[in-house]
């Protein structure tokens, strides 16, 4: 009775190791949450760095640390938060550039669209053609190249 009780927490233990070193590759990667943008980095490393200033000022309050230390950790772990506030407004700012690029290139976008260069109208059948063509993709007509400006 005492060596089949053995042998089964034996068999259990073997089990309980041996299962995650046999399971597939990626079956437990998606529980992990993966801060994908810089922004989000930012706002963790931001975040830990503010919770080590809290534990700092309560242990100098209990009298674990040293003035000098406290004094020496409290500006290292200020000047880390100030670098990290600094990255994040940069970042910030550089999302806003972003947004401000793709508007004007919505806007010209639009405005290509809404009028087509009047070189590749075909002069026969009127069909608006696209850009590069020499011949009408309509009727077939022969388009004439457009005249260069200079």
Do not use: H, W
Request: one cysteine or more; aromatic letters at 6%.
């Amino acid at each position: 009775m005492l060596l089949g009780f053995a042998t089964l927490i034996a068999a259990g233990l073997v089990v309980f190791v041996a299962a995650p070193l046999l399971a597939a590759e990626g079956a437990g990667s998606s529980t992990l949450p993966v801060d994908v943008t810089p922004l989000a980095d930012l706002k963790r490393r931001r975040l830990v760095v503010y919770e080590n200033l809290k534990d700092l000022e309560f242990e100098f309050q209990a009298g674990k640390i040293a003035r000098g230390d406290y004094e020496s950790l409290k500006v290292n772990y200020l000047a880390e938060a100030a670098e990290l506030m600094a990255a994040s407004q940069d970042v910030e700012q550089l999302k806003e550039s972003e947004a401000l690029i793709e508007r004007e290139v919505a806007a010209r976008r639009a405005q290509r669209k809404a009028k087509p260069p009047e070189d590749y109208v075909c002069p026969k059948c009127g069909f608006e053609n696209p850009l590069p063509v020499k011949f009408c993709g309509e009727c077939g007509a022969r388009i004439s190249a457009p005249a260069r400006k200079t």
